[in-house]
């Protein structure tokens, strides 16, 4: 579905559609589905440039990006992600927010400051075309992560992950919603926390990572994040 809406009916209606979140699993569904609709328009990522990334030309220039997240995406260190197979337009947008200092981080921030637009798209290709590495996950956590994952919190007004990230955690493209699946748990963590303290705000005017993750306890978030370490 193809929504397109002026500026005062998005601030209008995503209340709205946050409420509605919380009144039964299709509904969570439609209004997410409608909440990634309405925020990716309201935030222009490099598609909109019209720039096709060159995933050739990006392998020329992953060498500095390797040192950290590997030539081929998987990175070793669980504190760093692993980028193979990740939706190319989710890495674009990630590059420009650290470029514009939308999303903070002292290693990323100086890597992208001398990137261009065609640079970050030939970088997003090169690392989505890889395979992802599979990895395991804590049995111990993983039951109550997986539940969380795909049905949420009722009671605690928890919304499911796999309304915008998917059954297998591969993301939402063309929302430049992140794949999930095999990123290292720790990195995961890490990265629900910055969203809950308010850390990290790229979830941009919708605040829909900010909103999940201040509910959630931190035995949650680490659940979760161990489940998601497991898909593939």
Known sequence: MSVILNTATKSNLLPALMLRLFHGWKAALNALSLLAAVTFLAAPTLADSGLTGDADAGANKAGTCAACHG????????????????????????????????RSDVLMGAQAAGLSEQDMADLAAYFAAQTPARRTADPVLAEAGGRLYRGG????????????????????????????????????????????????????????????????????????????????
């Open 71 to 102: 030539m081929d995406g998987n990175s070793v260190n669980p504190q760093w992600p692993s980028l193979a197979g990740q939706n190319a337009p989710y890495i674009a947008a990630t590059l420009q927010a650290f470029k514009d200092g939308t």
């Open 153 to 232: 919190d009722m009671e605690t007004e928890i919304s499911a992950c796999i309304a915008c990230h998917g059954p297998t955690g591969r993301g939402n493209a063309p929302a430049a919603y992140p794949a999930l699946a095999g990123q290292h748990a720790a990195y995961s963590v890490k990265q629900l926390n910055d969203y809950k303290s308010g850390t990290r705000k790229s979830d941009g005017d919708s605040q829909i990572m900010r909103n999940i993750t201040a509910r959630l306890s931190q035995d949650e978030i680490e659940a979760v994040a161990a489940y998601m370490q497991g898909l593939h």
